[in-house]
C-alpha cells in the first residue's frame, strides 16, 4: 500500500476540528509575518514545507490527539518548495478538504515595483536569482508559477500598501474565530508618535511616576526587571492597574456576548518604552491565567 493510501484520519479527533492555513504567494509580500501572527494566535506553524509532507502533518495531528492549540495548523510554500510541489498542491488540499479538515488558502500578493523596492532596501536575494535572473526576470517567472494558486486561493491579500502592524492586524482579525474564545491583543505605544489606529481601547499612562527620569534605568524597557521592580513598588501603578482590570473584566464579557473576535487594548505613555510596556505585560499575564488567545504588541520597541 502506497503512503497515499493510508487513510488520513482516524476517529481520535473530528477532522473538523482541525483548521489548516496554507500561506503562499510573492516572496517579499509578507508571508513571514503572517505565519508569526498565526504562531500568535496557536497555530502550530512550519515554514518552508514540502508539499507531499503536507498530508504526513495532518495525519499525524490527527493520529496524535494533542492539545486544541495543536489542532490549527499554519503552514507557508512559496518558490523554494522543490519536487513539483506546486503541481500536486491542489490534490492536496482537496484530498484534505475531502476529509473534512478545514482547509484555508492565504496568497499574499504584492506590485511587482513595491517587490523591487522592498528587496533594494532589504538587501536580500530573490529566491530566483541563483538561476541567474535579474531581479525584475526572478519576480516575473515566480508570478507565472504561483499563478494557478492564486485561482485557488480562498484569499488574496494586496500587501502593498500595508506596513507590518497593519498586516499582522489583518490576518490576525481574519482568522482569529479559529481559535477558541475572543483574542485579546494588549498594545504598547508612545503618543507622542500618535494613537494606535487599530485600537478598541486606549488607556493612558502618563500620570504614573516614570522610570526615564532615573538614569539608571532609563536604558531600559518595561519587559525588563530594573524598570518592572521599580513599578512594583509604586502604589499608584498598582491601583492604576487594579482599576484597568477590573473595568476591563466587568467589559470585555458584553463584547464577546455580540460576537466580537478581537479586541485591541492600548496603553499609551509619553515615550513608549517603559510604563505602557510594563502594563502592556502585567494586563496580558493576568488575562492569560484564565483566556486562551492573548497577544502583546510594543509599537515603539518593534
Request: proline share 5%.
Amino acid at each position: 500500500m502506497n503512503e497515499s493510501d493510508t487513510p488520513l484520519l482516524v476517529p481520535a479527533i473530528d477532522p473538523e476540528d482541525v483548521h489548516l492555513i496554507v500561506l503562499t504567494g510573492m516572496s517579499g509580500g509578507g508571508k513571514t509575518v503572517a505565519l508569526r501572527a498565526l504562531e500568535d494566535l496557536g497555530f502550530y506553524c512550519v515554514d518552508n514545507l514540502p508539499t507531499p509532507l503536507l498530508l504526513q502533518l495532518v495525519r499525524s495531528v490527527i493520529q496524535n490527539d494533542g492539545t486544541q492549540q495543536h489542532r490549527h495548523i499554519a503552514v507557508g510554500v512559496d518558490i523554494r518548495n522543490r519536487g513539483g510541489g506546486f503541481q500536486n498542491m491542489p490534490a492536496v488540499l482537496s484530498e484534505l478538504a475531502g476529509a473534512g479538515v478545514q482547509v484555508h488558502l492565504i496568497f499574499l500578493d504584492c506590485r511587482d515595483e513595491v517587490l523591487i523596492k522592498r528587496y533594494s532596501e532589504s538587501r536580500r536575494r530573490h529566491p530566483l536569482s541563483a538561476k541567474g535572473l535579474s531581479l525584475a526576470d526572478a519576480i516575473a517567472e515566480e508570478r507565472r508559477v504561483l499563478r494557478p494558486l492564486t485561482a485557488l486561493a480562498e484569499k488574496v491579500i494586496d500587501s502593498s500598501e500595508l506596513n507590518v502592524h497593519q498586516l499582522r492586524r489583518l490576518i490576525t482579525t481574519g482568522y482569529a474565530e479559529a481559535t477558541k474564545g475572543m483574542t485579546l491583543m494588549f498594545e504598547s505605544f508612545a503618543f507622542r508618535r500618535g494613537l494606535p489606529p487599530d485600537a478598541d481601547f486606549v488607556f493612558d499612562a502618563r500620570c504614573l511616576p516614570n522610570p526615564h527620569w532615573d538614569a539608571k534605568l532609563r536604558p531600559y524597557s518595561g519587559r525588563d526587571a530594573p524598570v518592572r521592580e521599580y513599578l512594583d513598588q509604586q502604589p499608584l501603578v498598582s491601583e492604576y492597574f487594579a482599576d484597568t482590570a477590573r473595568w476591563l473584566d466587568a467589559w470585555l464579557p458584553r463584547f464577546e456576548q455580540d460576537d466580537r473576535s478581537y479586541v485591541t487594548i492600548s496603553v499609551g505613555c509619553t515615550g513608549g518604552r517603559h510604563r505602557s510596556v510594563y502594563l502592556t505585560e502585567k494586563l496580558a499575564a493576568y488575562y492569560r491565567t484564565h483566556r486562551d488567545s492573548v497577544l502583546t504588541f510594543h509599537r515603539e520597541l518593534e
